[in-house]
């Protein structure tokens, strides 16, 4: 399930709000606020009428002395509102399950209670003795029900509760205690007595301990550098990607429309014909779309001049320093709607990472507006409720990381995170790689948006020397790595189902493209600090491949999800807005256009000694090397063909190493040759230093030794009995096209050990392969499949 559509339907009960409704609840005396989300909690059985009695009780085992009971209503944050806390109800105690005879706690059977939304209710029992405690819905609160093909439904009548607590002596008796209720009696142990989670269920989180003095920071500095600028893409599939990402931004949406959100927080005028709005991703996340426009244009204005393309990333930026407040806030929404929606952690993330590309492109107020934004954020009212208080919260901590590491970054940028962010626990699991920590994150709806955190992680230790930060850092990015990535390098969980370890569901909406993207910025950071590692690099290679050119839809758009059997995601034809659904201001446009725009920094890399070889792409560098600027120029068809030939251009003879990537999923050993003599092998998963005194036109050439690699698929939806295959070339994951159904069912009657000595290239079509005996299918990049029906994983074998 997708953002929009989790957002709008499960979080909003189909109610997505607008911008301008109230994002929380009036304060009521300053009661607890429970954090979201809810879980699973208690849910009675739904009414026809708000009159029907339920009641749920407790057994607390034997009888005890009761101080308070606590009830957690569940809720839904944005716009806010509960979801089933009774209208009316009273709470006893017994020893008796049947309560023939109760001491009463709190009645309230005879006045309505509002809605609390997320208040949590203490009803104090001053000491009353018993065993069981039992709450009496006896008026239901009604809940709107979703509309449905445009028609307005009834309501349904609910008794829920997310948590129940029993307090003596301040503790929680209730916890592991197993409940019944007046539906179906003995439930046994439920999600009603859960403890609670670790860092409690209240919204505030205030950590001044957890804040580190920037004189005592040791600041772990990179082996190698990414290049700001100063790589060209020439001829080949990434320069043909590079250009269609500039089509797309150009031909989405207009200047205008991306600042229509700031214009209107400033009481500015908007051109009166604009066109139809997308009620999410536009108007709930207002000010996002500036920043998806301005990640992609940034990225690209660093590798190559585009006069239209600067001028309207000039124009942004303009637009938004003209809306600027005196306090220095930019944001598109009012300041008191930081809370509405995503907008406190993701909204804020995306222009933050749009500006930080917009000044490294060369715009140098983009760095001042965010340097005036963070001096309010980082002082502002808001901070301790914007963790737990903000959906997505965790993500807004990579929007603080980043600007760090700007020209304009300040120490405080990361002290707000240490002290309203961090979560220790946290750090502690993901160090000692507890597979919970990914998949039943506790706070949030757990899937690839938690990588942001571990990027934010990651900028710490960078900052700091702090080796937790890196421990952490380290088991997160194993734990993705080896449960939840798919083949080809899609990210294996995302928001709104269940996804345990290893699960790698095929039918359900995971490979969001959002998720790739953070996770070749968070390897490249580990690339930064290890480049002898090649396995990250390997990893943004996969993603580049298989996953950002895969989801392009040449200049048109950007599609939101990676399927690996069925169709590509084809979102709508339309968005609600009359777009087609792959420009509709989607988080995967957003993160994609980053990526696609940032591909040439992924190429190389900068060594105080010389220069990393990354990626293998028609492409050329300059650096400075030994006081002179050297240039190195790549030539490749790679990856439709394997041979790679590297030409040095110094104006003297420079001493320098150059250091050739051999990658992981090479078939054999790799020989180098200088000037057409072999003077080195590489070894797949490592690099190969040539370490000399390089002249004016000394070339480097090898052949990449790319082979055919068949993986099992052993996730939750494999059908006993028949086994199924991805198949790869190389880096590239292939798709089987042709007879295919449209789930993604194809047999091919060929054993998997037998399948590579079938395969035979496609006249005229490099990375095309077709099947001896078998006519009726073929195989193809998975990033060239369009709308026809496919699958990454054919049933292999005899029937």
């Known amino acids: 399930?997708?953002?929009?559509?989790?957002?709008?339907?499960?979080?909003?009960?189909?109610?997505?709000?607008?911008?301008?409704?109230?994002?929380?609840?009036?304060?009521?005396?300053?009661?607890?606020?429970?954090?979201?989300?809810?879980?699973?909690?208690?849910?009675?059985?739904?009414?026809?009428?708000?009159?029907?009695?339920?009641?749920?009780?407790?057994?607390?085992?034997?009888?005890?002395?009761?101080?308070?009971?606590?009830?957690?209503?569940?809720?839904?944050?944005?716009?806010?509102?509960?979801?089933?806390?009774?209208?009316?109800?009273?709470?006893?105690?017994?020893?008796?399950?049947?309560?023939?005879?109760?001491?009463?706690?709190?009645?309230?059977?005879?006045?309505?209670?509002?809605?609390?939304?997320?208040?949590?209710?203490?009803?104090?029992?001053?000491?009353?003795?018993?065993?069981?405690?039992?709450?009496?819905?006896?008026?239901?609160?009604?809940?709107?029900?979703?509309?449905?093909?445009?028609?307005?439904?009834?309501?349904?009548?609910?008794?829920?509760?997310?948590?129940?607590?029993?307090?003596?002596?301040?503790?929680?008796?209730?916890?592991?205690?197993?409940?019944?209720?007046?539906?179906?009696?003995?439930?046994?142990?439920?999600?009603?007595?859960?403890?609670?989670?670790?860092?409690?269920?209240?919204?505030?989180?205030?950590?001044?301990?957890?804040?580190?003095?920037?004189?005592?920071?040791?600041?772990?500095?990179?082996?190698?550098?990414?290049?700001?600028?100063?790589?060209?893409?020439?001829?080949?599939?990434?320069?043909?990607?590079?250009?269609?990402?500039?089509?797309?931004?150009?031909?989405?949406?207009?200047?205008?429309?991306?600042?229509?959100?700031?214009?209107?927080?400033?009481?500015?005028?908007?051109?009166?014909?604009?066109?139809?709005?997308?009620?999410?991703?536009?108007?709930?996340?207002?000010?996002?779309?500036?920043?998806?426009?301005?990640?992609?244009?940034?990225?690209?204005?660093?590798?190559?001049?585009?006069?239209?393309?600067?001028?309207?990333?000039?124009?942004?930026?303009?637009?938004?320093?003209?809306?600027?407040?005196?306090?220095?806030?930019?944001?598109?929404?009012?300041?008191?709607?930081?809370?509405?929606?995503?907008?406190?952690?993701?909204?804020?993330?995306?222009?933050?990472?749009?500006?930080?590309?917009?000044?490294?492109?060369?715009?140098?107020?983009?760095?001042?507006?965010?340097?005036?934004?963070?001096?309010?954020?980082?002082?502002?009212?808001?901070?301790?409720?914007?963790?737990r208080g903000a959906i997505q919260g965790v993500q807004g901590m990579i929007a603080n990381t980043r600007m760090y590491f700007t020209p304009a970054g300040k120490p405080e940028d990361l002290q707000v995170v240490e002290r309203y962010f961090q979560e220790n626990y946290w750090l502690a699991q993901l160090a000692k790689r507890e597979e919970a920590a990914i998949w039943q994150y506790p706070y949030d709806r757990p899937h690839c948006y938690l990588i942001t955190d571990l990027e934010a992680y990651m900028d710490l230790y960078r900052a700091t020397g702090e080796p937790r930060y890196l421990d952490a850092a380290m088991g997160g990015w194993d734990l993705y790595h080896d449960k939840w990535e798919h083949v080809g390098g899609t990210i294996a969980i995302c928001e709104g189902g269940i996804y345990p370890p290893g699960s790698y569901r095929l039918l359900a909406k995971t490979g969001e493209l959002c998720g790739s993207a953070f996770w070749s910025f968070y390897s490249q950071r580990f690339h930064l600090l290890d480049p002898e590692q090649e396995k990250y690099v390997n990893e943004i290679e996969k993603s580049i491949y298989n996953v950002a050119l895969a989801n392009q839809v040449g200049a048109e758009g950007i599609r939101y999800t990676a399927y690996l059997v069925g169709r590509k995601d084809r979102s709508s034809p339309a968005g609600s807005a009359g777009r087609p659904g792959f420009r509709t201001n989607t988080c995967c446009e957003g993160q994609g256009t980053r990526l696609l725009g940032a591909m040439p920094e992924f190429i190389y890399s900068i060594a105080a000694d010389g220069l990393y070889v990354n990626l293998f792409a028609a492409s050329r560098i300059r650096w400075r090397c030994g006081g002179q600027t050297v240039e190195l120029a790549m030539a490749t068809e790679f990856p439709l063909r394997p041979e790679v030939e590297l030409h040095l251009s110094t104006p003297r003879p420079v001493r320098s190493r150059i250091r050739v990537r051999a990658p992981s999923w090479a078939a054999s050993r790799m020989p180098i040759r200088v000037n057409g003599a072999t003077v080195a092998t590489g070894s797949a998963g490592s690099y190969t230093a040539l370490d000399r005194t390089w002249k004016e036109g000394d070339t480097i050439s090898f052949a990449l030794p790319m082979d055919f690699r068949l993986t099992a698929y052993t996730g939750q939806d494999r059908t006993v009995g028949q086994e199924q295959f991805a198949l790869e070339y190389g880096p590239i994951l292939l798709a089987l096209a042709g007879e295919v159904d449209e789930r993604g069912g194809a047999r091919i009657p060929i054993t998997e050990a037998d399948l590579p000595r079938f395969l035979q290239p496609k006249p005229g079509q490099p990375l095309h392969f077709t099947i001896a005996g078998d006519a009726r299918h073929e195989y193809m990049p998975y990033w060239e499949v369009a709308d026809q029906p496919f699958t990454c994983y054919p049933v292999m074998g005899y029937a």
Request: hydrophobic share 35%.
């Open 1 to 387: 399930m997708r953002r929009r559509e989790f957002v709008g339907t499960v979080l909003l009960g189909g109610m997505v709000g607008r911008a301008g409704v109230p994002q929380e609840p009036a304060d009521s005396g300053g009661e607890e606020r429970m954090t979201w989300p809810t879980g699973d909690g208690y849910e009675a059985p739904v009414g026809t009428a708000d009159n029907e009695v339920r009641w749920v009780q407790v057994d607390l085992g034997w009888s005890r002395k009761i101080d308070a009971v606590k009830l957690y209503p569940k809720f839904n944050p944005s716009p806010p509102r509960g979801i089933g806390f009774p209208v009316r109800f009273r709470i006893d105690i017994s020893d008796d399950p049947q309560f023939a005879a109760a001491t009463p706690v709190s009645d309230h059977t005879a006045t309505d209670l509002a809605d609390p939304v997320d208040r949590i209710q203490t009803f104090a029992a001053h000491g009353a003795q018993g065993r069981y405690v039992r709450v009496t819905a006896t008026r239901l609160r009604a809940v709107p029900a979703a509309p449905r093909s445009g028609a307005a439904q009834p309501p349904s009548y609910r008794f829920s509760l997310a948590k129940m607590d029993v307090v003596s002596d301040g503790q929680d008796i209730a916890v592991g205690r197993p409940v019944a209720d007046s539906s179906k009696g003995e439930l046994g142990v439920t999600p009603l007595t859960r403890p609670a989670r670790p860092q409690g269920e209240t919204i505030v989180t205030d950590n001044p301990g957890n804040v580190t003095p920037a004189a005592s920071w040791k600041p772990v500095a990179g082996r190698v550098q990414v290049p700001r600028g100063g790589v060209e893409l020439e001829a080949g599939v990434l320069q043909t990607a590079f250009e269609n990402n500039i089509g797309y931004l150009l031909s989405s949406f207009s200047v205008a429309e991306l600042l229509k959100d700031f214009r209107d927080r400033a009481g500015k005028p908007s051109p009166p014909d604009l066109p139809p709005r997308e009620r999410f991703w536009q108007d709930d996340l207002a000010g996002s779309n500036a920043g998806r426009f301005l990640m992609g244009a940034g990225n690209s204005l660093r590798w190559r001049e585009h006069r239209e393309l600067r001028d309207r990333l000039n124009q942004v930026v303009a637009g938004i320093a003209e809306c600027r407040q005196p306090n220095g806030y930019i944001m598109a929404y009012p300041e008191d709607t930081i809370f509405y929606s995503e907008r406190g952690a993701y909204t804020r993330a995306w222009l933050t990472h749009g500006l930080i590309e917009a000044g490294y492109a060369g715009n140098e107020e983009a760095f001042r507006l965010l340097r005036g934004y963070y001096d309010w954020f980082d002082r502002c009212e808001y901070l301790p409720r914007l963790l």
